[in-house]
């Protein structure tokens, strides 16, 4: 069975969507874990979209991934953080 990853060409420009519970602290703590793969990453990357009543927020980041395994390995940092709730 492939996975989307399969049809997808390197290097890209990738955008992750990453929710967890609204704090101060959340946005900046994605940014940092996948910083930590590609790099630096700029403010003018990242959108932050707060839930109807402002418990929940989606950070989008767009981030170039030069190929598959590092893709995998930023939603597996990702998905290892205690502040997570979901990553697509």
């Keep these: 069975m492939r996975s989307g990853f399969d049809l997808m ?3 890209c420009v990738y955008t992750f969507k990453v929710f967890g ?5 959340f946005c900046d703590r994605v940014r ?13 990357s990242v959108k932050v979209r707060e839930s109807e ?3 929940y927020v989606c950070v989008s980041v767009l981030a ?3 190929d ?4 995998e390995r ?3 940092d990702l998905n290892q953080h205690d502040e997570v ?3 697509l």
């Design 64 to 66: 170039e991934v030069r």
């Design 53 to 55: 009543h402002g418990k």
């Design 85 to 87: 709730l979901l990553c």
């Design 21 to 25: 519970h609204h704090n101060d602290r």
């Design 74 to 76: 930023i939603y597996a």
């Design 32 to 44: 940092d874990v996948i910083g930590a793969t590609v790099g630096t990453v700029p403010l003018d």
């Design 9 to 11: 060409s390197f290097p």
């Design 68 to 71: 598959r395994e590092q893709l």
